[in-house]
T-cell receptor, first 113, second 110 residues
Framework: GAGVSQSPSNKVTEKGKDVELRCDPI?????LYWYRQSLGQGLEFLIY????????KSGLPSDRFSAERTGGSVSTLTIQRTQQEDSAVYLC???????????FGPGTRLLVL | RKEVEQDPGPFNVPEGATVAFNCTYS??????FFWYRQDCRKEPKLLMS???SGNEDGRFTAQLNRASQYISLLIRDSKLSDSATYLC???????????FGTGTRLQVFP
């Protein structure tokens, strides 16, 4: 079946602009996660959803970052007033439930000029 | 100290060699352990979950040592196609997030 999909695959934006990144999880997966990976770095947890609620948003770097999930499916990660240090690959993963294997999407490469 | 640590490598090995990676974790409450493989400019893909009793999948063997708080990955008979970065990931019972190591780079040469 279809895996996790993310859009856009690449995004170039100017410093100070807002961006929205989208994630479509695997159908039926109740858990959804956002991570980011900077060049040459490991994956950094941002936030996760169980259904539409976010039990853990401890990894969001600042209040410029927010995420929502609607209908227990699609999630959007929004970065307001982007900064150059926000440049990274933003990865979404979904899982069948708490503690289950997480499957990753292809990521969105964000470049802030 | 990072919560999950790995030797970044690179490990350069010839085809056919056996290579082992370790990953240490600091949270003794950790419950679930995974090895992911990540190719250059690609997303991580699950390689193996790691079970308490150890588990094997073809040329790959994963072990968990709770007393010393590390997991290991053994690759036998290395292939050129095994060249990638191997990420270990750990989560704990009170949170569903995965904590990743920074990855170990493996390069298999002919």
């Amino acid at each position: 079946g279809a895996g996790v999909s993310q859009s856009p695959s690449n995004k170039v934006t100017e410093k100070g602009k807002d961006v929205e990144l989208r994630c479509d999880p695997i159908s039926g997966h109740t858990a959804l996660y956002w991570y980011r990976q900077s060049l040459g770095q490991g994956l950094e947890f941002l936030i996760y959803f169980q259904g539409n609620s976010a039990p853990d948003k401890s990894g969001l770097p600042s209040d410029r970052f927010s995420a929502e999930r609607t209908g227990g499916s699609v999630s959007t990660l929004t970065i307001q007033r982007t900064q150059q240090e926000d440049s990274a690959v933003y990865l979404c993963a979904s899982g069948a439930g708490v503690g289950e294997t997480q499957y990753f999407g292809p990521g969105t490469r964000l470049l802030v000029l | 100290r990072k919560e999950v640590e790995q030797d970044p490598g690179p490990f350069n090995v010839p085809e056919g060699a056996t290579v082992a990676f370790n990953c240490t974790y600091s949270n003794s409450a950790s419950q679930s352990f995974f090895w992911y493989r990540q190719d250059c400019r690609k997303e991580p893909k699950l390689l193996m979950s790691v079970y308490s009793s150890g588990n094997e999948d073809g040329r790959f063997t994963a072990q968990l040592n709770r007393a010393s708080q590390y997991i290991s990955l053994l690759i036998r008979d290395s292939k050129l196609s095994d060249s990638a970065t191997y990420l270990c990931a750990v989560n704990s019972y009170n949170t569903d997030k995965l904590i990743f190591g920074t990855g170990t780079r493996l390069q298999v040469f002919p």
